[in-house]
C-alpha cells in the first residue's frame, strides 16, 4: 500500500479463504480499522486461527450461539463470507442486531442484492461484490454493484476495503454476473490453460519439471511484460509473431480452431449457471 486507508470497524460472517484474503489485506501497514476487525467461523479451532493480529477479535458459532450477532454488533460494515444456501437464515438472525446505516457487503456468489434487501431492514444498505481468487496474494479484480439502499459514501468505503486486496471496477448488478464469467472465473481458465500446455510441452519430451519450469515462467513473464507496458496485448503479441515465422503458424492454428467462438460459448454456459443460481436464491 503507497497511501493511508482508514476503514470503520468490520465483521466478517463466515471466514473461508476469500473473506481470510480480504481479512489479510486489513492487515497491512497503512491500512486502518477503526474499532478492529471482528469475525466468526463455526469452528472454535478455525476462528481461534483468525485471531492474527490484536485487532482481531474471533468467534466461533459452535460454542457461541450468539456469535454472529455479538459479531455484527456497533460494527459499520459486515461482510457476509458464508456458503450462499446459508445467507438468508444468516441474514434473519443478525437482522434486528444491525444498527442504522450499517453497510453489509456480500461475497455469497449467485446471491441477490433483492434477497439481502428483502431479509435485512429499511435501514441497512447493501452492496454485492464479486472478488476472485487472486485476492490470496493482493491482485484481484474485484466487482461491485450497489444496492437500491446504498449511498455514493457506502461504495466509497466498500470500493477502499476491496482495494487492500487489488483493483475493484463499479458495475451495475445486471452486469455482475458476466463480470463473474470473466475475472471471477477467470483465474480458473487460466489455470487450465497452463495445464493444457505443460502437458503439450511434456508431451513434446520435456520432464514435467522443465515442462513447468517453461510454462509457469512464461505465464508470469508474459502477465508482467503486460503490466508494465502502454500496449494492448494485440500489440505485444504482434511483436512476438515475425511474419511467416513459427509462432505466426501457431496463431493460425490457434484462430482455425475457433478459440473466440470456444471462450464465447464457455462464458455464455457460466453465466447461464450465475442466473440459475440466482434464480433460486
Request: proline share 5%; glycine share 8%; aromatic share 4%.
Amino acid at each position: 500500500m503507497t497511501t493511508s486507508v482508514v476503514l470503520p470497524t468490520i465483521a466478517f460472517l463466515g471466514a473461508g479463504s476469500m473473506a481470510r484474503a480480504v481479512l489479510a489485506g486489513l492487515l497491512q501497514p497503512g491500512v486502518e480499522v477503526e474499532g478492529g476487525v471482528r469475525a466468526t467461523n463455526r469452528s472454535a479451532a478455525r476462528a481461534a486461527e483468525l485471531e492474527v493480529h490484536e485487532t482481531v477479535t474471533a468467534f466461533a458459532t459452535e460454542t457461541d450461539a450468539g456469535a454472529n450477532r455479538a459479531a455484527v454488533a456497533g460494527a459499520r460494515i459486515v461482510v457476509v463470507a458464508v456458503k450462499p444456501a446459508m445467507v438468508p437464515d444468516l441474514l434473519d438472525e443478525i437482522a434486528d442486531a444491525l444498527e442504522p446505516g450499517t453497510l453489509v457487503v456480500s461475497v455469497a456468489a449467485g446471491v441477490t442484492i433483492r434477497t439481502f434487501e428483502r431479509h435485512l431492514p429499511e435501514h441497512v444498505h447493501v452492496i454485492r461484490s464479486m472478488p476472485n481468487t487472486p485476492a490470496v496474494v493482493g491482485r484481484a479484480v474485484t466487482g461491485l454493484s450497489a444496492g437500491t439502499r446504498s449511498t455514493d459514501d457506502d461504495l466509497a468505503v466498500a470500493v477502499a476495503l476491496f482495494e487492500t486486496v487489488g483493483r475493484v471496477l463499479v458495475v451495475p448488478e445486471s452486469q455482475l454476473d458476466a463480470l463473474s464469467t470473466i475475472s471471477g472465473s477467470g483465474p480458473a481458465y487460466v489455470f487450465y490453460l497452463i495445464e493444457q500446455l505443460t502437458a503439450t510441452a511434456v508431451a513434446k519430451g520435456f520432464t514435467a519439471e522443465q515442462a513447468s519450469l517453461m510454462v509457469e515462467g512464461t505465464f508470469r513473464g508474459a502477465s508482467e511484460l503486460l503490466a508494465a507496458s502502454d500496449d494492448p496485448p494485440a500489440e505485444l503479441r504482434r511483436r512476438v509473431t515475425s511474419p511467416n515465422g513459427t509462432t505466426e503458424r501457431a496463431i493460425a492454428v490457434l484462430e482455425a480452431s475457433g478459440l473466440q467462438d470456444v471462450f464465447d460459448r464457455a462464458t455464455d454456459a457460466a453465466l447461464a449457471r450465475a442466473r440459475e443460481m440466482a434464480a433460486g436464491a
